[in-house]
């Protein structure tokens, strides 16, 4: 457990946010709690994707990392450096997940998850880019949603979040030829799960419907009947 937190900065120093995860580990050891918001915010968003791989649900995600994050603060005197800070959290996670869903099949006897999906900030101004970019996010995120939870979690901590095979398997307690195996599966179940649903309906993408339609043939026919004036 870290030493006895001293007096709490309200600000963190602005160079605090390039230390080494290391040097920021100890300095909150030495009891600058308000240090272990660097950590958070490094590695919030890898945290959430490895807890939602395995949870299937958004909210129990969010819970799951918070727990992690209270969790790795009370051991941080365990925390050795032999691995990757980022590799030693990710598992606490991992771990609390992994026993969060234990104890839900446990109390209900069914594996039921629930899929959420993120409310995030539109990146793209144009409507139907963003519209576009929305339906296809959502695509990918049921299919990977319906990968088993052997895969599912592979495939999140290495394609997503791009760890590599190596700290993949440290994270999941496999080894890295298991991770290379499973995340071979999943990709290919994935292309058949996107193609089930998307080929069936092939024929209504890119329509070209709507005030789209209205506009383009009110622009054309103006010009025909210009057109026709002149001749």
Same mark, same amino acid.
């Given at each position: ?28 050891? &030495? ?9 958070? =915010? ?57 026993? =969060? ?15 959420? &999906? ?7 101004? &144009? ?5 576009? =970019? ?23 901590? =290495? ?73």
């Amino acid at each position: 457990m870290p030493s006895k937190p001293g007096k709490q900065e309200e600000m963190l120093p602005a160079d605090t946010g390039l230390m080494p995860d290391g040097e920021v580990v100890e300095r909150v050891r &030495d009891g600058e709690t308000a240090l272990f918001e660097i950590l958070m =915010r490094r590695y919030n968003q890898l945290l959430y994707r490895a807890a939602r791989a395995i949870t299937g649900n958004a909210h129990e995600a969010e819970d799951v990392v918070q727990e992690a994050y209270v969790r790795a603060y009370l051991h941080l005197d365990q925390y050795e450096g032999r691995a990757k800070f980022s590799t030693w959290l990710t598992k606490i996670a991992v771990n609390e997940a992994l026993a =969060r869903r234990r104890e839900r099949s446990r109390l209900v006897g069914v594996d039921s998850m629930t899929r959420a &999906d993120d409310n995030r900030a539109p990146e793209a101004t &144009d409507p139907e880019r963003e519209t576009l =970019r929305r339906v296809v996010g959502m695509v990918l995120e049921a299919a990977v949603d319906a990968l088993p939870i052997t895969y599912r979690s592979v495939f999140v901590l =290495r394609a997503v979040e791009g760890m590599s095979t190596a700290d993949t398997a440290e994270c999941l307690g496999l080894s890295e030829e298991a991770v290379k195996v499973r995340l071979h599966r999943a990709r290919a179940m994935l292309r058949k799960d996107i193609y089930a649903r998307t080929g069936a309906d092939t024929a209504s993408a890119f329509q070209f419907l709507g005030p789209r339609c209205d506009r383009l043939t009110a622009a054309v026919m103006e010009r025909v009947y210009a057109l026709r004036a002149r001749g």
